[in-house]
């Protein structure tokens, strides 16, 4: 794993001028009409108990990751404490490591940890991603559907069109998991050679899309993490005093979730609380409401996670090291 930490950084250089530009374009955007003084005491003003009942709701929501990777892994020997660990590894790397690094370190880590082969793994943190996207389209298709023409910037949004993209989508996922499993069986198991091993062990890491009650129990557990984390946000907002409709807090979860999915710097610095504001501010939440809230609530987001992951590296620095020897 050493060596993936070097390779991985051989062009340190343009990798980290790339999250300083983004990050500074990013922070100039969120912060650059602010009045700090005022920035100062609003966030005085904010009441303390709503984050933790806010943090209560993203532990749960890293449970439900850690059981959505476990589906995914379950025929690999992957545990329920093995995914919890890699979700946990994944919230340290992704804090420390800019442009998204920690999802491919979190793909070594449990490579390592279960044995499972890294194109196993790369293929199943694809097929969450894909999980992902349904989930959001389907949210965004019930609760944008009877609000966003009225109170997101005066757009129209037509409620059967987004139900049909997110079914689409669903059906897409369902029938290539279905199409690769059937290739699978019928005839790359029996070819020979590295890129026909290759390819094995990244269809066995899509075989739960080949069933359709596993299939439907990860977009299940994507729709459940992403209300859940909606939900937490909401909380998150009576810090303020302001108890925001919950379709509102969808919106911000929305707009956090397109900014964080750009090449940035380590923990979302920036990003983050741009798709924050933003989202909050096309659901008619000013950005001085919302800015000391996404300031705060990103905070409990990378804090308290970051402790555990580290306990968790340390206890199993000595297979790594023992990785990176034999290597």
């Known amino acids: 794993m050493l060596e993936f930490f070097r390779r991985?950084?051989?062009?340190?250089?343009?990798?980290?001028?790339?999250?300083?530009?983004?990050?500074?374009?990013?922070?100039?955007l969120v912060f650059g009409a602010v009045r700090w003084s005022a920035l100062a005491d609003a966030l005085r003003g904010l009441s303390w108990w709503p984050f933790a009942f806010s943090l209560a709701g993203l532990a749960a929501g890293t449970l439900l990751r850690a059981g959505r990777l476990r589906v995914l892994l379950r025929r690999r020997g992957v545990t329920f404490v093995m995914a919890l660990e890699t979700v946990l590894i994944g919230y340290l790397f992704t804090t420390l490591l800019p442009l998204r690094t920690g999802e491919l370190l979190r793909i070594a880590y449990l490579?390592?940890?279960?044995g499972a082969p890294n194109a196993t793994v790369l293929a199943a943190v694809g097929v969450e991603r894909v999980a992902d996207l349904i989930a959001l389209a389907l949210l965004a298709a019930v609760f944008l559907s009877g609000w966003a023409g009225r109170q997101i910037a005066g757009l129209?949004?037509?409620?059967w069109l987004l139900a049909a993209l997110a079914g689409t989508g669903i059906f897409a996922a369902l029938l290539a998991g279905r199409l690769a499993?059937?290739?699978?069986?019928?005839?790359?198991?029996?070819?020979?050679g590295r890129g026909a091993r290759l390819r094995q062990h990244f269809f066995q890491g899509i075989e739960a899309l080949g069933s359709g009650r596993e299939a439907g129990l990860l977009i299940g557990l994507s729709l459940a993490l992403?209300?859940?984390?909606?939900?937490?946000?909401k909380i998150a907002f009576l810090a303020a005093g302001q108890n925001i409709p919950y379709a509102a807090a969808v919106v911000i979860m929305l707009g956090t979730c397109f900014a964080i999915a750009l090449p940035s710097?380590?923990?979302?610095?920036?990003?983050?609380h741009l798709g924050f504001v933003a989202g909050a501010r096309l659901a008619g939440i000013?950005?001085?409401?919302?800015?000391?809230?996404?300031?705060?609530?990103?905070?409990?987001?990378?804090?308290?996670?970051?402790p555990l992951g580290g306990i968790i590296l340390f206890c199993q620095r000595r297979k790594l090291l023992a990785e990176a020897t034999d290597g």
């Open 8 to 28: 991985l950084f051989a062009n340190r250089p343009a990798m980290l001028s790339l999250s300083l530009a983004i990050t500074a374009l990013s922070l100039w």
């Open 111 to 114: 490579g390592q940890r279960s």
């Open 265 to 272: 710097s380590p923990g979302f610095i920036g990003t983050y």
């Open 156 to 159: 129209p949004v037509d409620p």
């Open 226 to 233: 992403w209300l859940l984390v909606s939900f937490s946000m």
């Open 181 to 192: 499993r059937r290739r699978f069986a019928g005839g790359l198991a029996p070819a020979a």
């Open 286 to 306: 000013p950005p001085e409401v919302s800015l000391p809230v996404a300031i705060v609530f990103h905070l409990v987001i990378q804090v308290p996670f970051l």
